[in-house]
């Protein structure tokens, strides 16, 4: 997921999610919570939180940038509708 998002492939990423959910769902599962290697169940956790942390930052980068192209789009739409009307 990571590595769509930062190639910027968000459709993907959308697609990965409920993948996702779905393992680390598996986590929590009653059949782990027997496990002997709580250690790794652990380290799988915090792994899918990292990259959820990582995610989320690319996720703001590209809202920013979108907003700003939008708002430029606007002020674009403003000035043709300015010149237009003289």
Known sequence: MLEKAKADCWDEVIALEQERRLL?????ADEVEQADDVAAIQVGIQTILDLDD???????HKKKYLTQV???FGLGKKAIKAYSKK
């Open 70 to 72: 939008l708002q430029d």
């Open 24 to 28: 680390f769902s598996l986590y929590f």
């Open 54 to 60: 990582q995610l989320q930052e690319l996720g703001r």
